[in-house]
């Protein structure tokens, strides 16, 4: 299947910096891509929905000057983390579909964000 | 709008038994996508089985099975002589041709095979 890679795997930060995860797409072009988050022992809730060379579409809740979402190939994705506090701390999963017609999505490793 | 339902938290299972988990869901469209994922405590993604909407059977991916029930709207998985390894969170989850292929979680099953 298709491989979806997330970089970083962790990462530990001081309240008000910024963090930016990159989500690349290894063996295919993916136009869209999915950020999601899980906090724990809770389900994935998605964030946003990440267009090539568009601008990012962010669920009701979500705050788009926080969360940046740039998808400037058809290969990568990248959320920042904007002045980050420790409520922002989660497990963040990106996800890209190849476009069959099944819709499978294929998902990072996810990247653990720990904010102090 | 569409919504996944699992009213199982947890459940537990002896090693090479049958175990069913249970997820309901709620669309207007007719086209939709069904998937279970598997999520270990590592928090990676693994898909398991599709059921689309308008396939005639029930989907089967080795040890796994859909029973798809689209009357009722339900999408349970059955995973047959589990294994220690099958010790997870299993999600279910829906697109419909409103969501863009984006999917839709529901709050997940916390499986544990016991020996």
């Known amino acids: 299947g298709a491989v979806v890679s997330q970089h970083p795997s962790w990462v530990i930060c001081k309240s008000g910096t910024s963090v930016k995860i990159e989500c690349r797409s290894l063996?295919?072009?993916?136009?869209?891509m999915f950020w999601y988050r899980q906090f724990p022992k809770q389900s994935l809730m998605l964030m946003a929905t990440?267009?090539?060379?568009?601008?990012?579409?962010?669920e009701q809740g979500v705050e788009k000057d926080k969360f940046l979402i740039n998808h400037a190939s058809l290969t990568l994705s990248t959320l920042t983390v904007t002045s980050a506090h420790p409520e922002d701390s989660s497990f963040y999963i990106c996800?890209?579909?190849?476009?069959?017609?099944?819709?499978?999505?294929?998902f990072g490793e996810g990247s653990r964000l720990t904010v102090l | 709008a569409q919504k996944i339902t699992q009213t199982q938290p947890g459940m537990f299972v002896q090693e090479k038994e049958a175990v069913t988990l249970d997820c309901t869901y709620d669309?207007?469209?007719?086209?939709?996508?069904l998937f279970w994922y598997k999520q270990p405590s590592s928090g990676e993604m693994i898909f398991l089985i599709y059921?689309?909407?308008?396939?005639?059977q029930n989907a089967t991916e080795g040890r796994y099975s859909l029973n798809f029930q689209k009357a009722r709207k339900s999408a349970n998985l059955v995973i047959s002589a589990s294994q220690l390894g099958d010790s997870a969170m299993y999600f279910c989850?829906?697109?419909?041709?409103?969501?863009?292929?984006?999917?839709?979680f529901g709050k997940g099953t916390s499986l544990l095979v016991t020996p």
């Open positions: 996800s890209a579909s190849e476009g069959t017609d099944t819709g499978e999505l294929f």
């Open positions: 063996d295919f072009q993916a136009t869209t």
């Open positions: 990440s267009n090539e060379g568009s601008k990012a579409t962010y």
């Open positions: 669309t207007s469209d007719p086209s939709y996508g």
């Open positions: 059921q689309g909407s308008y396939d005639q």
């Open positions: 989850a829906m697109w419909d041709s409103n969501s863009g292929y984006a999917l839709n």
